[in-house]
T-cell receptor, first 111, second 114 residues
Framework: EDQVTQSPEALRLQEGESSSLNCSYT??????LFWYRQDPGKGPEFLFT???AGEEKEKERLKATLTKKESFLHITAPKPEDSATYLC????????????FGKGTTLSVSS | KAGVTQTPRYLIKTRGQQVTLSCSPI?????VSWYQQTPGQGLQFLFE???????NKGNFPGRFSGRQFSNSRSEMNVSTLELGDSALYLC?????????????FGPGTRLTVL
């Protein structure tokens, strides 16, 4: 069964304290891995798509990496405005375009 | 470009009623997917429509249905509402490009069933 697990469930950081979020997946053929950010009461906001092991993408303080079994979202020198829930999702070959989501990591950054 | 829009943003219904939610995708996007988000189960795929045809379906009961119109706008219907249907319903508009598909989400419709 296709599955996505994110850890930790919650993460509290001080402003400027870098860290990483983990997304482990088991799928029957990976079509793509996606990272989204979701603020309370809003829809998920697209961040990155990764397609093959070794691929990396960056945007401001965020960097996403992909291996054959997991993905990391590295947050460098976070700011309070980076506080949100970060969702990881995969598209599997046998599931068409449906996204299979993890439960998310809720990040809180305090100044 | 305008983003994905969903109406209404909030709905309160009672058990046994039915409800219709609407989604307008990003201009030029022909695929619309629907997801249910609850605190316990997270985000779960309901179904996808492409060119007015259901192309993919998740593991939800037949009370959940949808359709897509020729202008790519989509509606989702839930009949005989149950308390457990209370959730944030999200619509995603998909752009297919070289190397894969990217889904862009709307703000969601918050459904409360009393």
């Amino acid at each position: 069964e296709d599955q996505v697990t994110q850890s930790p469930e919650a993460l509290r950081l001080q402003e400027g304290e870098s860290s990483s979020l983990n997304c482990s997946y088991t799928v029957s053929g990976l079509r793509g891995l996606f990272w989204y950010r979701q603020d309370p009461g809003k829809g998920p906001e697209f961040l990155f798509t990764l397609y093959s092991a070794g691929e990396e993408k960056e945007k401001e303080r965020l960097k996403a990496t992909l291996t054959k079994k997991e993905s990391f979202l590295h947050i460098t020198a976070p700011k309070p405005e980076d506080s949100a829930t970060y969702l990881c999702a995969v598209q599997a070959n046998q599931a068409g375009t449906a996204l299979i989501f993890g439960k998310g990591t809720t990040l809180s950054v305090s100044s | 470009k305008a983003g994905v829009t969903q109406t209404p943003r909030y709905l309160i219904k009672t058990r046994g009623q039915q409800v219709t939610l609407s989604c307008s995708p990003i201009s030029g996007h022909r695929s619309v997917s629907w997801y249910q988000q609850t605190p316990g189960q997270g985000l779960q795929f309901l179904f996808e429509y492409f060119s007015e045809t259901q192309r993919n379906k998740g593991n939800f009961p037949g009370r959940f249905s949808g359709r897509q119109f020729s202008n790519s706008r989509s509606e989702m219907n839930v009949s005989t509402l149950e308390l457990g249907d209370s959730a944030l319903y999200l619509c995603a508009s998909m752009q297919s490009g070289v190397g894969g598909d990217t889904q862009y989400f709307g703000p969601g419709t918050r459904l409360t069933v009393l």
